[in-house]
């Protein structure tokens, strides 16, 4: 289509046109889907590729002898991976023998709760200020109060060796990145498809690499929380001013002294806030990680899960709250201040200084207390608030299915029966070359050939992968759980995006729900409802919802205040301010939030499979249980993958054209100047 | 377009060395730009060869010599490549063919360790957006020249705080960029700058960005600082005004080429072409001309009782004491005379003024 308005003539171009293709793009999306309902009306439940879950074809079974040609492999890669694995087990090993797991002939480990608190409020201090003790403190002493100090502990030791490994890496790599064009194209698209990736995804692979223990959760976990340092660091090396650089240059520095006393400095602080996004990505894997048995507090979350005492995953799962509340406030923390040191902040520096040292004589104290007392050692168990919120949780949970069910159930139902059935019929119901042609046109439509190309080479892999029928079903949740998210969005969106007052107060709420690992977000909806599809998928919904809602809100507040002031001064109402004004001008984050909102909800879909959320969850989550089907599950696993890349793609590239609605001449042009820029 | 070998006689003087001098230079932009030169798309206006070769010609054939503590201003709108021939000269961008020679030295075939020496030890830049170290304090930002090439910090820090003092940023030292004006911080850049003691200064707009109280406050202090120190300066700028005010000679570009070099003065009296005259029709000539520019030839009747002037007095300076006498003006060079100035030719660049000037 855009092609067709550049051969215009720029004179035709009108208005009215230009309304006219935006309404044919509606148009034609609405005959594609008219279309597929009148063919799937007769075709309906032929080829729809379905296989049962005991079923497994010859490609899982290609998988199958891959994986265990792998396992079984005796060579260079292979010792070099061992060793990685041996080399982190090690390494975490040392850590837990200093805080959680008693070294024999010791009782208890060389470290006890009082000494790791001193040293975590003293690293607190010393990083981000005296305000981050008064989070770090309590919350430590939370963990214990809860009854989960050693899994909180050892939470977070997986998680910091993860995240360190991952900095030290993950920087380097982004400046190389910052500075070199050949580096950042080839880098880029690797961390767009990482990125993509739903967490869960990544632990089969890992589990057939290495197995399973605390050496491949801290591996699974570095691996995943790297890409967003890499992104921020070399997103902030290439801000930094270009004058600086070339003032600086014109002094005679060589490339070393511009990058110690030039470039780190000046992009020290946007590092810092990817060191926190490193960081959450961290504690949200580390978590999951309970599934390959990495050590943490995932693991009561999952036992709790897995026995049906909810109770228990709620504790565990608040103390997974308390902890990611306790990163991204001292890492953020950690940022603002940076900024502050570089300005030299001259008048707390004796005092600060003074407080670092007695810090450290009264840490050094409490860590000799907590090796040498067990009152300083073991976390008092007489003070326990945990096992009394794990009681009440359960009732709630007995009181709510037994005398709410009624109202539960009914909204599960409604929904279930009226809107997931038929929209699951349609799409895994229908031959899988139908619904394939279908997907296909509406790429098209949306994000035009580019998409088209995506979205073709995405259905051609989950074709092979022999598990078409799982994915339409998990497309089918994925999609419906997005509407839901959208309608979400734009609701309090746009009414955040009007009011400041309403911004402010809903903001924080969002930025602490994001905070959270995923996993923590089953707990809560598995308490009302059973463990089923819809569960998954409410909870999806409750995880995707914060990110669209801001990413629309900032649309809608992001329209520039002359247009809004403009189009009242013509006499627009409310709505005619909203739905001509504020929402077309924001539709680039409308669709910014549909991708996000889709990749998030995916991610969750996908962790639902430990709850009953069926096919593609349940093929990975059956993958892990039994080893003959470990192909099966690593073909689901790569079946989301591309699922995730499909649906990136295609509203990516739609989001990408609502942005410029000149696109085709505009991108032309910006082509040739940068040319002649470089 | 006037030739630039030919430099006016009464500034470079052919015997000595010149302090900074440029031969042939040129920068393309562009997809395989070294191939362009030489070739009669060269020669195309720019929109041609951009649409013929996809390249940009920023800089073509620009040749000139700057005398040793000279003040020499190339002015020209944006995007008439005067930047670009700035920053071609320490190769901050790289020139496509040309060459740039500073005190002796061949800029263009300087490997990167002679050309960091360079930088360091013979030529400061001072730039139109400052480029400060935002996490460094004053003294630290006029230092930073000096800890690059492994000055001690007590040494350094001393030669910046007499820096700081020299142009007026005493008691600031311990300021952190953000907390200066504009004209400060610009003095900083300019403190900077001059903290390596180099023999060749480069200004790349560096008042543009301040507003016009601060701008002519600025202008004075690169005067005086001239006066004092006696360096090298190239001066970039699209002002008019600010040419004319510092330059000793100015050069006039446009669309990457030169159109003139000459003395304040020569442009203002004769320009070059169209484009040129059109620049300067709005400039008091009263204040730029000298009598060099309006006297005639003696005659055998000229009164020899008239004031005896020399001919590089501005004619602002010369109308009073001329209008006031009944003689004419004898313009007297070097014990001999050179030429009449009458009330008529004074009358005539003063009064024509009045009627171009709003």
Redesign the interface.
Known sequence: MSSIATVRPKTHDTGALATLRARWRLVSLLAVVAMWVLVWAFTRGEQTLAIQASDRTDIHGWFLARTTAIENADNVVTSLLAALSSGMDATLLFLQHLFTVPEYPRPYPQIGWLGALAIASLAAYAVAGWRQVLVVAPSFLLFGLLGYYEDAMDLLIVTGVAVAVALLIGIPLGIWMGHSKIVAAVVTPVLDVMQTMPSFVYLLPFSILFGIGPAVAALVTLVYAMPPSVRVTAYAVRGVSTTTLEATDSLGQNRWQRLRHVELPMAKRTIIVGVNQTTMAALAMATIAAYVDGPGLGQPVLEGLRRGQLGKSFVAGLAIVIMAIMLDRTTTAASTRSDRVARGDRDTGRVRTVALVAGTVVTLAAVYLSNSYTWANQFPEGVNIGDPISTKVDDLADWLRSDLSAITTGVQETFTLYFLNPVQDLVANSPWFVAGLAILAIAWIVGGVRALGAAAVCLAGIYWLDLWNNAMITLTAVLVATVVVMILGLAVGVWMGRSQVVDRSVRPVLDAAQTMPPFVYLIPVLVLFDANRFTAMVAGIIYAAPVAIKLIADGVSGVSATTVEAAESAGSSRLQMITKVQLPMARGSILLAANQGLLYVLSMVVIGGMVGAGALGFDIVYGFRQANFAGKGLAAGITIVLIGIMLDRITTYGARRAQSPGRATVRRKRLSLSRAET | MTEVDTLPPNTADPGTTAALSVDGLWKV???RADKVIGTPDAELPRPEL?KKT???AAVKEVSFDVAPGEVFVVMGLSGSGKSTLV?CL?R?IEPTAGTVTIDGHDITNASDAQ???????H???V?????????R?VIDNVA??L???GVSKAERRKKAGEIVDLVGLTGNEQS?PDQLSGGMQQRV?LA?ALA?DPSLL?FDEPFSALDPLIRRDMQNEVIRLQEDLQKTMVFITHDLQEALKLGDRILIMRDGAIVQVGTPADVVANPADDYVRDFVSDVPRSHVLTLRYVMREPRPDDSSEGPIMSPDTIVRQAARAALASDHVVRVVDNGELVGIVDDDAILRIVVAEESVSP
């Open positions: 932009f562009g997809p951009l996809g390249c940009v920053r320490t901050l050309l960091r020496d360079l930088r360091r030890h030529v400061s830049m730039f139109q957006h400052f480029g400060l170290l935002p996490h304090q930073y020249g800890e690059i090439r952190y850049g900077r390596g480069l």
